[in-house]
């Protein structure tokens, strides 16, 4: 797996870009097959709200798929955080995407729809084709925090996203897990 990291970050938001070796139509099922896998093993139940195909703006053919999904997960969050705001760790996300099949790009976006009392998180992912090597994918990931306790919300805004980027590498061992087992199934 190749990987050129583009890392940008501030308190509140973090940034980065990678790339796949495998081509993007591979790295698309890949996305939507994504859980379970070895890897991620935080996110105990997926379900499809919607899916339906569009034209994009000017066409006249369907070429986008849009998908509304939720899932539940396990999220890391540090124990002292549960003790002062009384909550648990599961976390209830919503996830919308759209797959533009006639400009090869997927952009999903998450927002967690629990727990916005105490805490929002975004994260967009966009893949696209790699401009160098149709073979490959690029993946553009962000990810955005907003604690609202006051006094230490920007403390543990920063607690947060370092470990939201420990996880990211594992969420990637799974999606080429995934892309890795599409490929198998294929041959």
């Known amino acids: 797996m190749a990987s050129k990291s583009d890392e940008q970050e501030d308190q509140t938001e973090w940034s980065?870009?990678?790339v796949f070796n495998f081509p993007w139509e591979r790295m698309v099922e890949a996305a939507y097959r994504k859980y379970p896998?070895?890897?991620?093993?935080?996110v105990h139940s997926l379900d499809t709200l919607e899916r339906s195909v569009t034209a994009a703006p000017g066409e006249a053919v369907g070429t986008r798929i849009l998908s509304r999904r939720l899932f539940c997960t396990r999220w890391n969050i540090p124990s002292f955080i549960t003790r002062m705001?009384?909550?648990d760790p599961e976390v209830t996300v919503s996830e919308q995407s759209v797959c533009d099949v006639g400009r090869q790009t997927l952009t999903i976006r998450a927002r967690n729809i629990s727990k916005q009392n105490f805490f929002t998180m975004d994260e967009t992912l966009v893949y696209s084709v790699c401009p160098e090597d149709r073979n490959k994918t690029v993946l553009k990931q962000s990810?955005?925090?907003?604690?609202?306790?006051?006094?230490?919300g920007g403390l543990l805004e920063s607690i947060w996203l370092s470990q939201y980027k420990s996880t990211v590498d594992n969420g990637r061992k799974?999606?080429?897990s995934v892309a890795e087992k599409i490929t198998e199934e294929i041959l």
Request: net charge neutral.
């Open 37 to 42: 896998n070895p890897y991620s093993s935080s």
């Open 143 to 152: 990810a955005n925090v907003n604690i609202t306790i006051p006094v230490i």
């Open 174 to 176: 799974g999606i080429v």
């Open 85 to 87: 705001t009384g909550t």
């Open 16 to 18: 980065n870009v990678h």
